[in-house]
C-alpha cells in the first residue's frame, strides 16, 4: 500500500506565502508524476500543479507565476510553494501521486486565505 501525507496548511493573510509538502511511504518501486489539486467549499477539485517524474512542472492558469512544484525524488516527496496568495485560493489542497502506473490521493490539507 502506498500513503500520501500532506502537511504544512493553515490561516494566511493575502499577499502572504505557504510552503505544502507530501511525503509517499509504502510500498513505492516506481515513482511517476505527483501533483496537487484544491477544493474549495461547494465546487469541484480543481488541478492546481503538476511535476512530472524528470522533474518538469506544469501549472493552472490561475496560479502560474506564484505558485512553484518541485520534489525530491530521495524522500519521495513533491511540494508545493504558495506565494502571493489571495483569498480566491482558500481551499483543501490534495497531493496526487502516480505510483506503479497507480494513483494515490492524500488527505488533504486546508489552506485559508483572510483579506
Known amino acids: 500500500q502506498v500513503q500520501l501525507v500532506e502537511s504544512g496548511g493553515g490561516l494566511v493573510q493575502a499577499g502572504g506565502s505557504l510552503r505544502l509538502s507530501c511525503a509517499a511511504s509504502?510500498?513505492?518501486?516506481?515513482?511517476?508524476?505527483m501533483g496537487w489539486y484544491r477544493q474549495a467549499p461547494g465546487k469541484q477539485r480543481d488541478w492546481v500543479a503538476l511535476?512530472?517524474?524528470?522533474?518538469?512542472?506544469t501549472y493552472a492558469d490561475s496560479v502560474k507565476g506564484r505558485f512553484t512544484i518541485s520534489r525530491d525524488n530521495a524522500k519521495n516527496t513533491v511540494y508545493l510553494q504558495m506565494t502571493s496568495l489571495e483569498p480566491e485560493d482558500t481551499a483543501v489542497y490534495y497531493c496526487y501521486a502516480i505510483v506503479s502506473l497507480r494513483g494515490y490521493w492524500g488527505q488533504g490539507t486546508q489552506v485559508t486565505v483572510s483579506s
Open positions: 511535476i512530472n517524474s524528470g522533474g518538469s512542472p
Open positions: 509504502g510500498s513505492i518501486f516506481r515513482l511517476g508524476a
